[in-house]
């Protein structure tokens, strides 16, 4: 499990304690205040520098004038018993004329280095730690010491590891030799000993989250769905539809807009639809009762040109059953529409009228020769007086 993800939990509750043990500033006024912080190990190092920067960011948020003054134990290379005596000589002289208000370490080289020596280099002066892997209930037993520890759920790790590889029956732990390594090798030695889970001394609940790398699960063909919930993949690719927050909300509120743009389009085009079905409707009724009607029907614009005609009109004249379909323009099967209809039809066979007489119409004979006269004939006033 990657020690990246308890120093942020680590981080906040140091201020919040460092908050706590210094007093409370005058109003109206900044007070300065001396804290000193003591690292195990070197500059350059991850996990401890993540840790100053979240403290000293932090600290410049105080209400306090803060003076930051960080050592370096550097343990990871010199941690032997000269090199530490050394360093606590150097500090002797180094923290005559000082008085610090707060002292802040980290990691168990520092803590262990603090406890030594605070009569002689800090007395009386509160300790906050963090980062510590075993810690003595005797030492906080002193008083005037708090900090937040440093563990792992080592069993729920273990169970996940059985439960992705549950034909493994061996396992490898890789550590050194320094302060951190030999504490976790204690409680994992422990713990495979058969001692009890309750007999490790960890002071405060397991923090952070399980990490895994993406890459070597594919190496191990390892799914997914197998790792526990509120797992982290490391070093996965980034998926493509990854979009910075402002410009996601940007293309959502766009297609919300254009989603309700084409509704309204939608509706206004069916809406439409329906007028001209019902003026379709409408024409063709109208259409219809024109045609059923045995009069000659015809109808003109104001330049008396024909527009249309029903169906009688047209089959009187001998033209197309279609002539006059469409009303809104002239006829083309009438040539020369800026002439009167009487003078575009055709003549008869030996019709001799003026060509600017409409043609006659006779009534038709019977085979005897006797003429019919139609119905609806208008009778002259000696035919009314008989």
């Not at 004038?65 to 343990?75: C, G, H, K, N, P």
């Not at 150097?90 to 370490?105: A, L, M, P």
């Not at 495979?192 to 990490?211: D, F, H, K, N, Q």
């Not at 063909?221 to 998926?239: C, F, W, Y």
């Amino acid at each position: 499990m990657n020690r990246l993800p308890l120093t942020h939990a680590a981080i906040w509750a140091l201020i919040l304690l460092i908050t706590h043990l210094l007093p409370t500033p005058a109003i109206g006024g900044s007070e300065k205040k001396t804290v000193l912080y003591l690292n195990s190990y070197h500059h350059g190092y991850q996990w401890s520098d993540s840790i100053f920067e979240g403290i000293r960011s932090r600290l410049h948020e105080s209400s306090y004038t803060i003076d930051l003054q960080v050592e370096y134990l550097d343990a990871k290379k010199y941690n032997t018993p000269p090199v530490i005596e050394g360093l606590f000589e150097v500090f002797r002289k180094k923290f005559t004329h000082e008085r610090f208000d707060v002292v802040i370490v980290s990691d168990d080289d520092a803590f262990n280095f603090a406890l030594r020596f605070r009569d002689a280099l800090f007395p009386g002066v509160p300790i906050v730690f963090c980062g510590v892997n075993d810690l003595d209930p005797q030492a906080v037993a002193r008083g005037n010491l708090t900090g937040v520890v440093e563990s792992f759920d080592l069993i729920g790790t273990l169970a996940v590891a059985l439960m992705l590889h549950p034909e493994k029956r061996w396992m490898i732990v890789i550590g050194d030799e320094s302060t951190t390594g030999r504490a976790i090798k204690k409680q994992i030695e422990g713990f495979l000993a058969g001692v009890p889970a309750e007999s490790i001394p960890i002071a405060v609940e397991p923090a952070g989250s399980y990490r895994f790398d993406y890459q070597v699960m594919r190496r191990l063909n390892i799914p997914d769905n197998l790792l526990p919930p509120g797992s982290t993949l490391i070093n996965a690719p980034k998926a493509f539809y990854e979009l910075p927050k402002e410009l996601f909300w940007t293309i959502i509120t766009s297609l919300l807009l254009l989603l309700v743009t084409l509704i309204f389009l939608v509706l206004t085009m069916l809406e439409r639809r329906h007028v001209e079905r019902r003026i379709k409707d409408q024409l063709t009724f109208q259409e219809t009762l024109m045609d059923t009607n045995p009069q000659l029907v015809s109808w003109k614009d104001l330049n008396f040109r024909y527009l249309g005609a029903n169906r009688t009109f047209a089959a009187f004249f001998g033209l197309n059953p279609q002539f006059g379909r469409h009303p809104r323009r002239p006829d083309p099967d009438l040539p020369g529409g800026d002439e009167p209809l009487h003078q575009r039809l055709p003549r008869p066979a030996g019709d001799r009228r003026h060509p600017g007489h409409p043609p006659r119409r006779h009534p038709p004979r019977q085979r005897g020769g006797r003429r019919l006269v139609p119905r609806g004939r208008r009778l002259s006033a000696a035919d009314r007086g008989r």
